[in-house]
């Protein structure tokens, strides 16, 4: 849902920004890195220490590089596989530096071992659930399924409750439960978006098992002939 609509908006308040950067000579990859340096430099200088709202507010100034460095390569007509590589490959680490930002302060400071495996559980799974629509695809099955929770809905989740409970420092009582409860609320999610697209995987790879093996049968009752 959120890639549907919320990109489509985004994409078209940023468009100004782009164009700016490229009469500026700017890149789309000098700004997919910047961006990826600057979200994880928020994720694990700010959160180990306890500074979740100032951190999300960096890490939200250069999330929206992944929309930036898009729109301009599209103004420039210059989409390739290696942008499309780049930006895949540092979205990763973008998203691996925020849930391992967490886990670092609940491993410390924050002195909770069993959220510290549900930040690490978000870290990993949401690894595991774009890797699976990548493998699939690459073996040639169109992985007909986004699943309930995607990149764009495991980072609202957790950066809005993060930066939210981060306003305990500044006096808000009780908010501080609002991390703890995304992060279950994200690791249940990207669970059941793996299951989703583990078992359309099997599915789509089944039917297209079959449909190769309709074909070649009638060429092999043709041989022995």
Not at 34 to 53: D, K, Q, S
Not at 69 to 89: E, K
Not at 183 to 190: F, R, Y
Request: glycine letters at 10%; one cysteine or more.
């Amino acid at each position: 849902m959120l890639n549907k609509y919320a990109r489509a908006f985004f994409t078209r308040v940023l468009t100004p920004f782009a164009s700016f950067l490229i009469r500026r000579g700017v890149s789309p990859d000098t700004v997919t890195l910047l961006g990826t340096a600057g979200v994880v430099a928020g994720a694990l200088v700010f959160y180990p220490r306890g500074e979740f709202f100032w951190g999300t507010v960096v890490i939200t100034l250069f999330v929206f590089s992944d929309l930036v460095d898009g729109n301009m390569a599209r103004q420039l007509g210059r989409s390739s596989r290696w942008g499309a590589f780049l930006d895949s490959t540092l979205d990763r680490v973008a998203d691996s530096a925020v849930f391992g930002g967490l886990a670092l302060w609940y491993a410390g400071r924050g002195d909770n071992e069993a959220m510290c495996a549900v930040a690490i559980f978000c870290l990993a799974s949401g690894q595991v659930v774009s890797y699976t629509k990548a493998r699939g695809e690459a073996i040639g099955l169109p992985v007909a399924v986004n699943g309930l929770v995607e990149r764009a809905e495991r980072l609202v989740v957790s950066l809005v409750a993060t930066g939210l409970a981060g306003l305990h420092k500044f006096g808000v009582p009780g908010i501080q439960w609002l991390m703890p409860i995304a992060l279950w609320i994200v690791a249940v999610g990207s669970l059941v978006t793996l299951i989703q697209r583990v078992v359309t995987v099997r599915r789509e790879s089944a039917e297209a098992d079959a449909a190769d093996a309709a074909h070649t049968a009638p060429a092999g009752r043709e041989g022995t002939a």
